[in-house]
């Protein structure tokens, strides 16, 4: 029994400390914040979510060369493209000057001012314009007036009584040597022709044809509108009108070949077909 009483208080003794330390080993190393501290610890996963370390993909300071609109404005500088749509590049093409030879056929205009204009005016010389003039040219007092008409080669093509170098009817005349024919002060009409290219070409063809001026006065010799030679001036240019425009009277506008009647110059210039446009002096 008193053995007992010994043992019973060493052995709760030995309990005690053993419950102790095993208790304390085991819940330390549960709750030790140093174990899970790893696991949460805040330093761990920052790197993954830190700012700064995506910035330089969304700086703009990075693509911004990439829409500088310094970059690309020579591409649009209209400085470049401005030669290619430079007026003055292309007004050669349209210059009225270019296209006078196409109203030549291409022929010399040997007869024309150098800026291709009547003498004194800027009447534009024009194929197939037909010339008046108030005097006779060495003609019948019957017929007032004379008319000539510019050919494709710009000289002036007419019949006179005049017995010159290019001998007496058909006449090929410059502009200039025209305008020596007539008396000094006189004027020279301009009168434009809507028809009147087709004709240029019959008076160019057909002028040297007419080797002598003659109108039937008192005879009905040679009467009627389709004989060429003799010729008179009107006469002539009635031909040029019908024949150069395939058989069609542009001038009295109901006059046949075969028909016996006189055309004069008055009637020409009074056609439809004609209209006034000015006029330009003699040269003495």
């Not at 590049?89 to 204009?117: G, K, M, N, R």
């Not at 090929?172 to 009147?196: L, P």
């Not at 030679?229 to 009635?238: A, D, L």
């Not at 009647?261 to 056609?271: C, D, K, M």
């Amino acid at each position: 029994m008193k053995k007992i009483k010994v043992f019973l208080p060493a052995l709760l003794m030995l309990l005690f400390f053993t419950s102790f330390f095993g208790i304390t080993s085991v819940s330390a190393s549960e709750v030790n914040p140093s174990v899970s501290a790893s696991e949460v610890n805040p330093s761990i996963s920052a790197p993954e979510v830190n700012p700064s370390v995506s910035a330089p993909e969304v700086d703009p300071s990075i693509s911004a060369p990439e829409v500088n609109p310094s970059v690309s404005a020579p591409e649009v500088d209209p400085s470049i493209s401005a030669p290619e749509v430079n007026p003055s590049v292309s007004a050669p093409e349209v210059d009225p000057s270019i296209s006078a030879p196409e109203a030549t056929y291409d022929f010399s205009p040997s007869a024309l001012e150098p800026d291709s204009t009547y003498p004194g005016t800027n009447i534009r010389v024009k194929v197939g314009d037909v010339l008046y003039s108030s005097k006779a040219l060495g003609g019948s007092a019957m017929i007032v007036g004379h008319v000539g008409i510019i050919g494709p080669d710009y000289m002036v093509y007419h019949v006179n009584a005049v017995n010159d170098n290019q001998g007496e009817g058909g006449k090929r005349d410059t502009i200039s040597y025209y305008q020596t024919r007539h008396k000094a002060g006189e004027s020279i009409a301009v009168y434009r022709a809507t028809h009147g290219r087709n004709a240029a070409y019959w008076a160019q063809n057909n002028y040297s044809s007419v080797t002598s001026y003659h109108i039937p006065i008192y005879s009905w010799d040679n009467f009627q509108l389709k004989t060429i030679n003799p010729n008179y001036c009107s006469k002539f240019i009635w031909q040029a009108f019908y024949y150069g425009n395939y058989d069609t009277d542009y001038i009295i506008g109901y006059y046949t070949p075969n028909k016996e009647a006189f055309v004069t110059p008055g009637q020409v210039i009074n056609s439809n077909d004609l209209t006034y446009v000015g006029s330009f002096g003699s040269r003495s």
